[in-house]
């Protein structure tokens, strides 16, 4: 079975400093997708960034980065230039390369509460 | 607003009584999701839908728990005589299952229906 393990359960950053998130997961399968979710107070979660395990290059979403380790993996998301807004409930999440009407469930690690100190 | 919806956002039920929860989805969203997250982790998959066909149910669900998606829209999580261990936020999220002729891996989530057993 999958396992999504994220080790720091709370994180603080000044605003417009750097802070990187940890996440580690453990699979036998060579094809998956590996999720950063932001869950702020009493909202919804939304989708931060995404990686494909068959691509090597790290993928970007403007301030947002992974380190992308397949090899000991491990799954890090660093955040530049962090704002205020940025406060939120972050989890990583794993899923199956499946296609066709297969389950493409999520799984979740623990999360890490960020802060963001202005 | 045409997000994942979540309907009520928030139940306090005595324990033994029944519930029932409802999640509209993005529309044209063939695929559906029911999470529950309880306090300090992740969210946990319990069941999955494609149209209306119910294709995956998490060991979680125990028999005190049905879903269903009669007509490939809404959905419904109904939970049997309650128990304090039933207390939790249920997910939902929705997704399509290709976009571009590609697999979709985003899925949309709903601010959650809090449940809270007494």
């Known amino acids: 079975a999958q396992t999504v393990t994220q080790s720091q359960p709370e994180m603080s950053v000044q605003e417009a400093e750097t802070v990187t998130l940890s996440c580690t997961y453990d699979?036998?399968?060579?094809?998956?997708?590996l999720f950063w979710y932001k869950q702020p107070p009493s909202r919804q979660m939304i989708l931060v960034i995404r990686?494909?395990?068959?691509?090597?290059q790290n993928a970007t979403e403007n301030r947002f980065s992974v380190n992308f380790q397949k090899a000991a993996k491990s799954f890090s998301l660093k955040i530049s230039d962090s704002q205020l807004g940025d406060a939120a409930m972050y989890f990583c999440?794993?899923?199956?390369?499946?296609?066709?009407?297969?389950?493409?469930?999520?799984?979740f690690g623990t999360g890490t509460l960020l802060a963001v100190q202005p | 607003d045409t997000g994942v919806s979540q309907d009520p956002r928030h139940k306090i039920t005595k324990r033994g009584q029944n519930v029932t929860f409802r999640c509209d989805p993005i529309?044209?969203?063939?695929?559906l999701y029911w999470y529950r997250q309880t306090l300090g982790q992740g969210p946990e998959f319990l069941t999955y839908?494609?149209?209306?066909?119910?294709?995956?149910k998490s060991r979680l669900l125990s028999d005190r728990f049905s879903a269903e998606r009669p007509k490939g829209s809404f959905s419904t999580l109904e939970i049997q005589r309650t128990e304090q261990g039933d207390s939790a936020m249920y997910l939902c999220?929705?997704?399509?299952?290709?976009?571009?002729?590609?697999?979709?891996?985003?899925?949309?989530f709903g601010q959650g229906t809090r449940l809270t057993v007494v």
């Open positions: 999440a794993y899923r199956r390369f499946l296609y066709g009407g297969a389950t493409n469930k999520l799984i």
């Open positions: 999220a929705s997704s399509l299952s290709v976009v571009a002729g590609k697999p979709n891996t985003e899925a949309f």
């Open positions: 839908f494609q149209n209306e066909a119910q294709l995956e």
């Open positions: 699979t036998s399968e060579s094809d998956y997708y």
């Open positions: 990686q494909e395990a068959y691509k090597q």
């Open positions: 529309s044209e969203h063939n695929r």
